[in-house]
């Protein structure tokens, strides 16, 4: 069973994470499998939009695999590689040409928002659940996505996302501004919302528009400051607070 299921319907490209028995976090297999992806559609679709959610109804994306940074305990040039992994992994999102959408189809925490804030758009379930936990867990954001996501939030509203460590309802998200639409389902969002209108738009149109973004990305060095991001939060990582919130966390997860 692969990690990411990826097909195109209608110009469009889709791209499914598919570990909802681990609530659809990310190990390396997933982040080699994204980068792929991701690197794929780049070069060679001509899709006008890309679209990205989590397999089943309960989970987008639960952040990091705690297995797989447990197992970089003492490792930490490891971790670092496969934190700059995930990094880079956001930035290609964040840069592709066509119009790039998630749907958070249930809970999205710690670097599951992360990813998420690499799209144009966030659309929501109503009964989606969003929190940048990583502050009660010990850690800042640690993939770039808090970098990515100062690029497109007001500074009151990031700030609060990010230092509140809370986890909000689909609602909550949506007036504090990291949610645009709240949507049933993938169904009612292919149908009802910009896909609907974005669609019936020449795909090189969507790619000049973003053309202009991209351009403005790059020469602000997006990427380095993501990387910086994810270097100075570091040292942090292995923290005795964070090391015993991992293990406690797990071993909610397990029972």
Request: aromatic share 10%; with cysteine; hydrophobic share 35%.
């Amino acid at each position: 069973m692969s990690e990411v299921i990826t097909y195109q319907r209608d110009e469009i490209d889709y791209i499914f994470l598919n570990r909802p028995n681990y609530g659809n976090c990310i190990d390396e297999n997933t982040v080699e499998k994204l980068s792929e992806i991701i690197r794929e559609i780049r070069m060679k679709s001509q899709s006008k939009l890309v679209v990205l959610t989590g397999e089943g109804m309960k989970y987008f994306c639960t952040g990091g695999d705690l297995n797989t940074i447990l197992k970089f305990k003492n490792n930490l040039n490891g971790l670092e590689s496969f934190n700059l992994k995930m990094c880079d992994v956001i930035y290609q999102i964040a840069m592709l040409p066509q119009i790039t959408i998630c749907f958070i189809n249930g809970y999205a925490l710690g670097g599951g928002c992360e990813l998420a804030s690499a799209f144009d758009f966030r659309y929501a379930s109503h009964n989606a659940k969003i929190g940048f936990i990583q502050g009660r867990m010990g850690i800042p954001t640690s993939w770039g996505g808090g970098t990515v996501l100062q690029e497109k939030m007001s500074h009151q509203d990031w700030i609060t996302l990010l230092s509140s460590s809370n986890i909000y309802t689909a609602f909550q998200a949506k007036k504090i501004g990291f949610i645009h639409e709240l949507s049933k389902d993938l169904t009612s969002l292919h149908n009802e919302s910009f896909i609907s209108l974005a669609r019936g738009i020449p795909a090189q149109i969507h790619h000049q528009n973003k053309k202009i973004l991209i351009r403005k990305w790059t020469e602000q060095n997006l990427k380095r400051r993501m990387e910086e991001e994810v270097i100075s939060a570091m040292p942090l990582w292995f923290s005795d607070e964070h090391i015993k919130n991992i293990e406690q966390f797990t071993k909610k997860l397990e029972k």
